[in-house]
């Protein structure tokens, strides 16, 4: 049993920027597949961002259109810590943000929340 334990969340204006972090109770090495999904009030849940082993590239890594070149997805192995770094952010960005992982290999994707893992989730309110 994997456990996974965000924080990093607050209230922030617009452009302004957090960073979040997911504890992997288990060796990160072990996590093929980590992402990042979040959920807006009356919203459903929706992919952020998902990191993979690819060969050598050991953070592989994935975005949605929404936050292409915003948002920064990283591991930390010696940390057994994932992070999400979000830079000039909109109030459209509000929502409680989970972490999420699969050992199972081959496959990763944000697109689906299909994770057998799961974090408690962080809040973030950005402000106009």
């Known amino acids: 049993q994997v456990q996974l334990a965000e924080s990093g969340g607050g209230s922030v204006q617009a452009g302004g920027s957090l960073r979040l972090s997911c504890v992997v109770s288990d060796d990160i090495w072990s996590i093929y597949c980590m992402a990042w999904f979040r959920q807006a009030p009356g919203k459903e849940r929706e992919g952020v961002a998902s990191?993979?082993?690819?060969?050598?590239?050991?953070?592989?890594?994935d975005y949605a259109d929404s936050v292409k070149g915003r948002f920064t997805i990283s591991r930390d192995d010696a940390k057994n810590t994932l992070w999400l770094t979000m830079n000039s952010l909109k109030p459209e960005d509000t929502g409680v943000y989970y972490c999420?992982?699969?050992?199972?290999?081959?496959?990763?994707?944000?697109?689906?929340?299909?994770?057998?893992?799961w974090g408690q989730g962080t809040q973030v309110t950005v402000s106009s």
């Open positions: 990191s993979h082993y690819l060969g050598v590239d050991r953070n592989h890594a």
């Open positions: 999420a992982a699969s050992r199972v290999a081959g496959y990763c994707s944000f697109a689906s929340p299909n994770f057998p893992y």
